[in-house]
């Protein structure tokens, strides 16, 4: 039997990245009843171009329920750099549910995780008999590419994808795709808001992880270090060891989707009424 194509998409970086492509003009675009749906409108435009590249035979999109995780409780900074979204955005996180829904493709999301999460165990769960495609603009998410599993990260404007799989993913990064959670505990994470080992930037941690393939054998070889590099990892131990954890993808969360719940068809009139009611006019023509 042929192998199925599962699209699993990252809702909210497609919706984030959708409404700050577009709000940075000022151009909000509203209904006639002052509903702003600029990133609704652009999250399609995205989702669609990849549903016409990827070609899959299934589609799942995931989202962050609320900013409240397991990862806030370990660590209360994590991502408390982050201001309040922008009001026009605050509508748009529904809105976008409902037309994802029109499409009768699963919306998944889970109370205490993040949308990372649950794309990890869905991807695991389908990936022995599946090909599966992760779409996001998460650097994060690289670490789940494996056997079966390809992570395609959207580039500037709407058609450009990196693309990331088993097969080529040591020639582009330099270290296996697990290699990437231990070279996030070194050099934290600004935009998650975690510092790693305060000093130790990209180049230091990856050249650390090639040398000595994860952190655990970095600690047991502390002593043959730099001193500069042994002062700071010493310094940053509980640091290092909890940036780990909060860099790890959870690939076993209680999530679940009947793939057959997930085949992509829709009835273009229940789209089509909902890009009407959106006035999302140019967008019925991608359909």
């Known amino acids: 039997m042929d192998r199925q194509k599962v699209l699993l998409v990252d809702g909210m970086a497609l ?13 909000f675009m509203m209904t006639n009843r002052g509903l702003p749906t600029n990133g609704v409108y652009q999250f399609m435009r995205y989702f669609l171009d990849a549903v016409n590249t990827f070609h899959p035979t299934h589609v799942i999109c995931c989202w962050d329920m609320g900013s409240k995780t397991f990862r806030t409780e370990m660590y209360e900074g ?26 009768n493709m699963p919306n998944i999301g889970i109370e205490n995780f993040e949308a990372d999460d649950c794309i990890g165990t869905l ?8 090909d599966v495609v ?27 994808y990196e693309r990331f799989n088993a097969s080529n993913f040591y020639e582009k990064k330099g270290i296996t795709p697990k290699q990437i959670i231990d ?6 994470d600004t935009s998650d808001n975690y510092p790693g080992v305060k000093g130790i930037g990209e180049k230091t941690a990856l050249k650390l992880i090639q040398e000595y393939e994860t ?4 600690l047991e070889n502390l002593e043959q270090l730099p001193k500069g590099v042994q002062t700071k990892i010493k310094a940053n131990m509980d640091m290092l060891q909890l940036s780990r954890q909060l860099a790890e993808i959870k690939c076993d969360v ?8 997930a085949i992509w068809q829709y009835d273009k009139n229940k789209v089509g ?15």
């Open 123 to 130: 991807a695991k769960a389908y990936q022995k008999e599946n």
């Open 273 to 287: 009424e909902k890009f009407t009611e959106l006035e999302f006019r140019n967008l019925a023509k991608l359909l």
């Open 134 to 160: 992760i779409l996001t603009g998460d650097q994060d998410i690289l670490q789940l590419v494996d056997e079966g599993i390809e992570v395609a990260i959207m580039k500037k404007g709407i058609g450009n």
């Open 215 to 218: 952190i655990d054998q970095l």
């Open 183 to 188: 070279l996030k505990g070194l050099m934290g």
């Open 78 to 103: 994590y991502k408390a750099n982050r201001g309040e979204p922008p009001v026009e955005l605050v509508p748009q996180f529904d809105l976008v549910k409902e037309v994802t829904e029109s499409f």
């Open 254 to 261: 209680p999530v679940h989707c009947e793939l057959p719940q």
């Open 15 to 27: 919706l984030f990245r959708g409404f700050f492509a577009t709000a940075f003009r000022g151009n």
